[in-house]
């Protein structure tokens, strides 16, 4: 919302021709940016003695010394157009000023300055007012004293005010959990005037809705309830589905840890089926092993999961799989600098190349994932040797 000194619909061809003319050479300036000779213009109306222009000069003054940074002289202003008690002018400074203390966090004022709005009578201009009132109650906390405010810039029949209010009080309800009464002014907003941000909260609101009936599901395929008239606890194929879609619902929501917290109790459910379909679930795309590697042939019946499959899993569930890619193509990116360094520089002594090859094979060591890569090619090494104690010791390649 943003006040101005245009035009009244209250004006009309009269007396005083040459403070009309003044007042339309200060709009004129002002608009082109010569702000300090636009407030001299509108001063010598103010200090001219026009009883018609009076008004309209004293706004104009306002917004171009608001403008030029000169706030106490702005609402100084602003006060002169309002003890006018134009019927035009005089609400539009009040709603200036109280846009003015908003801006500095000066609740009280612009409490006083909205008010002196709406006891102004101009209709045009009430529901901004009610606007601002409901956003000022809110910060104080005071929902009853919001709530009616919020009413009223819904139903004022102005259409922008209207989506504006809608998608501010709207936004606030869903952040509180009360979804159902979000959907409905998110549609009065809508009935008012179309609005992108409407239609995006009514698309979250939704959402709620979904992560409400998955978390019903969920909820009695962990109890084992039977709801009314099944006869059957929660098939499987049906608790995984939920679990899969709350969890990915809760992280499109942003609340990661509820996410995380539903795909780990799906996997440790007490039925053995649901649980095996959460993880399957889990694990959709994942990179399969080809049991036809000559790796697989050696690994036999031992579990061929690789050691890094625990990471990736927890990353999916608690939606960092970004996070964990970020720090593969990081620890990939400084692995290739340290070798590539020594054959850049045309260095071709063991010495050197020993040291790059240290530096590359310690660099995973920096990453929580690191550990296990280290500790998975000492039991690899020690298979192949054939050997029942280590090849390497405890904690290689770190420096003891």
């Given at each position: 919302m943003t006040a101005s000194a245009g035009p009244s619909t209250h004006d009309a061809a009269g007396?005083?021709?040459?403070?009309?003319?003044?007042?339309?050479?200060?709009?004129?300036?002002?608009?082109?940016?010569?702000?300090?000779?636009?407030?001299q213009v509108y001063e010598r109306v103010v200090e001219g003695g026009s009883r018609r222009y009076l008004p309209l000069a004293a706004l104009g003054l306002a917004v171009v010394r608001h403008d030029m940074g000169e706030v106490a002289a702005s609402r100084a202003a602003a006060r002169t157009a309002i003890g006018t008690g134009h019927p035009e002018f005089a609400p539009r400074a009040a709603y200036h000023m109280a846009l003015s203390y908003e801006g500095e966090g000066d609740a009280e004022r612009a409490g006083a300055a909205w008010r002196e709005v709406l006891d102004s009578g101009n209709d045009r201009y009430g529901p901004a007012a009610h606007y601002g009132l409901a956003r000022l109650a809110e910060e104080r906390g005071d929902t009853a004293s919001a709530q009616e405010h919020w009413q009223r810039a819904l139903e004022s029949g102005s259409p922008e005010i209207a989506a504006q209010a809608a998608h501010d009080?709207?936004?606030?309800?869903?952040?509180r959990g009360r979804s159902g009464a979000?959907?409905?002014v998110v549609r009065r907003g809508l009935e008012s005037s179309e609005h992108?941000?409407?239609?995006?909260l009514l698309g979250a609101v939704h959402v709620e809705h979904a992560i409400s009936a998955f978390g019903t599901v969920v909820a009695e395929a962990e109890t084992g309830a039977e709801p009314a008239g099944a006869g059957a606890r929660v098939a499987p194929e049906v608790a995984g589905g939920a679990v899969e879609l709350l969890a990915r619902l809760l992280a499109v929501r942003g609340d990661a840890e509820a996410a995380e917290r539903v795909w780990t109790d799906g996997l440790a459910h007490g039925d053995t089926a649901t649980a095996d379909e959460v993880r399957t679930r889990l694990r959709r795309g994942f990179l399969a092993p080809d049991p036809d590697s000559a790796e697989q042939e050696d690994a036999g019946e031992e579990d061929t999961q690789g050691w890094w499959e625990p990471y990736v899993e927890a990353a999916v569930a608690q939606n960092s799989a970004p996070m964990l890619t970020g720090e593969l193509f990081v620890a990939l990116n400084q692995m290739y600098t340290h070798l590539a360094l020594p054959l850049a520089r045309g260095e071709h002594d063991a010495t050197a190349l020993r040291r790059a090859v240290e530096e590359a094979v310690r660099t995973p060591g920096e990453y929580v994932w690191g550990r296990a890569l280290h500790d998975d090619f000492r039991e690899r090494l020690r298979l192949a040797a054939r050997s029942d104690a280590p090849v390497l010791p405890e904690g290689w390649p770190d420096p003891e």
């Open positions: 007396d005083e021709p040459e403070f009309k003319s003044l007042c339309d050479q200060a709009r004129d300036l002002a608009e082109s940016g010569h702000l300090i000779r636009a407030a009080y709207a936004g606030r309800l869903l952040a979000a959907e409905s992108a941000g409407l239609r995006l």
